[in-house]
């Protein structure tokens, strides 16, 4: 049995590396060095971070030939609870200073970089039926709406903007991220919520943003960093370079992201 | 308060067709051996067994196509059923409480019932902490509590030990006799069955075989199954004035007949011996033992030859004839004790 | 005790408890009482306790009917009704929640009528969560009651029958009284599920203190910020829940 089945499972293998390896790397950097054998490395980065880090790992997979990079998105608070548990990351992307600060704190990470910065819009449905154009409006007696938890970033930003602007709104939610703070305004349940630009960005037109200036009083940083007990410490090293880099920048402004 | 029914129930390689009758007062046993069809039958009449066919008229009213909830008719079961969770008065009071009665009026009633069937002093004992017996008392109260117009009992003392069922039976015959309606009684077991009934209906693979009074079918038995259960050897022969011949044995009976009939007597008529009997009686064949067991006090010796016949002897004689399986002996047939009737 | 069963359930055993000692060891113990005085703490618990019961009770009053059909009916596709019974069981909870919005939500199927017509909403209040823990809870309450049905001896309901009890009659003082253990095995296994519900309640309900949140919407909402906190929610809806299910446990083998 055990036979039979060892040239089919071969043969898948073969099948599955030569789907991530012999792929043709379209035109940018070569190969790394000492990418001789297959290398993997493990990214936990914030929730905010799935579109734009998916995009930057397989760039880094092509240009390290034999490279598997492996993300976990979650939580930020969360990822940081991991990490200092002992979970094998290589690099933490955060989403806010305070969690990355819990992770420096245990000494698993030093000098972190600000790679980017989210701003708040006011997300409305498509038809905005409660008729939103300010942060103002989010005061009205019969508009729901919905905020991320104060414990979360994007909840924090929130306080800090209404309390910037001097509008006092009761939230009928409070969500636990802005992904589901987002879900309540594409199904309609709330008439408004106060999520990042690039939620709104990465909900392809279901939700629209509403800009307002109070928003730069609430900006949020992104910080990253290679991780001290990283097992793969040059890919990780590798790879905030890359966030850091231009090419990390034009992905992450096209996503919406300021960067610094 | 009669019961006139025509039973019929079709199930793939199963038909029951049966034809029941019961007068006010009566008590009628269904008789037969197991999967004959004897529950099957009361199950229709209880209306949980739905007819195929027939029909069931009590007092000349048809209800075989009412619920078995509007039928009124009182079903003990055979394991009697109690509710477990209802004190014993309230199992009673379950249904006159259905018949629209008042809690307090209902447990009146049922208080009645169980005072009448002795139990007053349990009346608030769960069905768990009843003995057999208690719980099949329980269990006709509850039955009775409805003033069902026909009473049915399934195998009302087949769960009992055999020292409680004697007490019971005694005790469930006064009982139906105080009954005014008719009463229908399933059962496997004769001497129930005779104890209790007026009438028996034999019944054997879903047909009515024989009906009649105890005495009547306990003497004159017309199948193997009920010639068993009485206790007797039964054959079936042509018969010539005193003379019946079956098959290649000839007996002489006291009754002078022509015509297809049937022989019965019981084995304790026949007697073993290891030579010829002088004074030759007149039924005496050579027979071959095919096997011999206990039979209450006696020994029962299971023979064949012209006919297949079962003996009845003592112990003592068993031992003094040194009975062993496989040898020959003469067996004669008292001819006094030899009845012959009409098949 | 013959050994094969022994050391399995020993290591059962330790696997379900262990985790338990974790939190225990971990626990902030000089901080606690303070921490238990914190109103929001107490508006949690007791939104939680309030929610789950009245869950409970919608779970008892649908599921065993709904449990009374699938064991005691012939319908025509009853293995696909089982099917269907337990697909709160296999879903996500958060994806239940969203499929309640898409039905009960301001925009939903049944919602936008409701909406419309009494101006009734329920995402984001109390009613919601109950609805959110119902949804999820209510399989172990069909299950339970089914198995217990189809255990149950149906010619005791015929005993009734014959004593001129009708169907109704039958089932609420014959059939209910026999699988009332069954019920309330189904009823405990519903609450402490409805307890601890989070995914469905968080989605359809939201997160709002005093009126949908609830201690696991707390105990995750912590996990954020203050670990310690956390694990102090959960000790304590940890214990709420033992001591209730002791409880009731010692009062049904007292009157057993």
Redesign the interface.
Known sequence: MLTRLFPAVAAVLVAVSCLTACGSSPGTAAPASGSGGPASLTVFAAASLTETFTELGRRFESAHSGTEVTFSFGSSATLAQQITQGAPADVFAAASPATMKTVTDAGLASAPAVFARNTLQIAVPEDNPAKIESLGDLAGPQVKVALCAEQVPCGAAAVKALDAAGVEVTPVTLEQDAKATLTKVRLGEVDAALVYRTDVIASGGKVRGIDFPEANQAVNDYPIAALTEAPAADLARQFVDLVLSREGRDVLTTAGFQVP | MSLDSHLVVERPGFRLDVELRAAAGEVVALLGPNGAGKTTALRGLAGLTPLSGGRVELDGAEVHRLPAERRRIGVVFQDYLLFPHLSALDNVAFGPRCQGLRRAAARRVAAELLDRVGLADHAHARPAHLSGGQAQRVALARALAVRPRLLLLDEPLAALDAHTRLEIRAELRRHLAAFDGATVLVTHDPLDAMVLAHRLVVIENGAVVQTGTPSEIARHPRTDYVARLVGLNLYRGEAEGNHVTVGEARFSSAERLTGPVFVAFPPSAVALYRTRPDGSPRNLWRATIDGIERHGDNVRVHLHGPIPLAADVTPSAAADLDLTPGQEIWAAVKATETHAYPA | MPWPLLVPALAGLAFLVLPLAGLLARAPWQSLPQRLAEPRVLEALRLSLVTATIATAVCLLLGVPLAWLLARTTLPGRRVLRALVTVPLVLPPVVGG?AL??VL???GLAGQWLYDAFGVSL??TTAGVVLAEAFVAMPFLVIAVEGALRAA?Q??E?????????RW?VFH??TL??V?PGVLAGAVLCWARALGEFGAT??F?????GR??TMP?AV????????DAAIVLSLVLLAVSVIVLAGLRDRWTGTA
């Open positions: 969203v919005l898409l939500g301001r925009r995402p984001f001896d010619r005791y015929e005993a009734a029958a014959t004593l001129g009890a009708s009659t003082r014959v009284p026999m009332a968080i989605t309900a939201g997160n709002f203190p949908t949140q919407l995750y909402l912590a996990l954020e910020t203050d670990p």
